[in-house]
T-cell receptor
Framework: DTAVSQTPKYLVTQMGNDKSIKCEQN?????MYWYKQDSKKFLKIMFS???????INETVPNRFSPKSPDKAHLNLHINSLELGDSAVYFC??????????????FGQGTRLTVV | KNQVEQSPQSLIILEGKNCTLQ??????????LRWYKQDTGRGPVSLTI?????NTKSNGRYTATLDADTKQSSLHITASQLSDSASYIC???????????FGGGTRVLVKP
C-alpha cells in the first residue's frame, strides 16, 4: 500500500522518443509535484498541481507536459527526449502546498536514461 | 551558487559513532527548514521540520538544530547504525511562494 507510487522505476529510451511517467497517491492529498534530481543530486521542482490546477511551472522545456486527470494522479509526458533529460524524476504529494509545515511525501523515483 | 549548501559532501563513520552534518542557507524570507533522509534508489523521507522559533528538534537518534540568525542548521546522528547509510538532504522553504529549495545532500556511509 505504497503512499506515492511511480511507474516505471527505470526507463531507458532513445533520443527523440516520447515517453510518459505515471504517478499515483493514495493519501487523499490535494497537491502533487514533479521534481528532477540531477547528477549532482540536487532536487528541483518542475511542476505542482493543486486540485488538478497547475500552480507551479518552473522554467522547464515545453517538451515536458504534466497531466492531472484527477487529484490522485499526476503524469509526466516528455516529447522528443534529449540526452540532457537523463535524471531521476520524483513525484510527491502533500495536503496543501508544501511550504509551511505541510509535509511532502515522495515516490521512489523513476530513473530515466536517454541513449 | 545554490541557496542551500551542505557539508561535508560525504563522510564515512564506524557503527556506533556519532556524526554531525551541516547546512548553511541564504533562502529568504525563511519559513522553515527540513531534513530528509534518502536511501539509495528511494525517495526522500522527512526526518524533521523546524520553523524559525525552534532551535532543536529530535526524531529518535536524529537531532536537528537551527540558528535562524546565522542561517545555519545541523543534523546530529547518535550511535549510528548501518541503516543510517543514506544521503541526508537539507531543504529550506521560502515564506513567499511556498517553494522548497534543496541542498545537494551529504552522503553518509556507516561501516561495521
Amino acid at each position: 500500500d505504497t503512499a506515492v507510487s511511480q511507474t516505471p522505476k527505470y526507463l531507458v529510451t532513445q533520443m527523440g522518443n516520447d515517453k510518459s511517467i505515471k504517478c499515483e497517491q493514495n493519501l487523499g492529498h490535494d497537491t502533487m509535484y514533479w521534481y528532477k534530481q540531477d547528477s549532482k543530486k540536487f532536487l528541483k521542482i518542475m511542476f505542482s498541481y493543486n486540485n488538478k490546477e497547475l500552480i507551479i511551472n518552473e522554467t522547464v522545456p515545453n517538451r515536458f507536459s504534466p497531466k492531472s486527470p484527477d487529484k490522485a494522479h499526476l503524469n509526466l509526458h516528455i516529447n522528443s527526449l534529449e540526452l540532457g533529460d537523463s535524471a531521476v524524476y520524483f513525484c510527491a504529494s502533500s495536503q496543501g502546498v508544501a511550504g509551511g509545515r505541510t509535509e511532502a511525501f515522495f515516490g521512489q523515483g523513476t530513473r530515466l536514461t536517454v541513449v | 551558487k545554490n541557496q542551500v549548501e551542505q557539508s561535508p559532501q560525504s563522510l564515512i563513520i564506524l557503527e556506533g559513532k556519532n556524526c554531525t552534518l551541516q547546512c548553511n542557507y541564504t533562502v529568504s524570507p525563511f519559513s522553515n527548514l527540513r531534513w530528509y533522509k534518502q536511501d539509495t534508489g528511494r525517495g526522500p523521507v522527512s526526518l524533521t521540520i523546524m520553523t524559525f522559533s525552534e532551535n532543536t528538534k529530535s526524531n529518535g537518534r536524529y537531532t536537528a538544530t537551527l540558528d535562524a540568525d546565522t542561517k545555519q542548521s545541523s543534523l546530529h546522528i547518535t550511535a549510528s547504525q548501518l541503516s543510517d547509510s543514506a544521503s541526508y538532504i537539507c531543504v529550506v522553504s521560502k515564506a513567499a511562494g511556498n517553494k522548497l529549495t534543496f541542498g545537494g545532500g551529504t552522503r553518509v556511509l556507516v561501516k561495521p
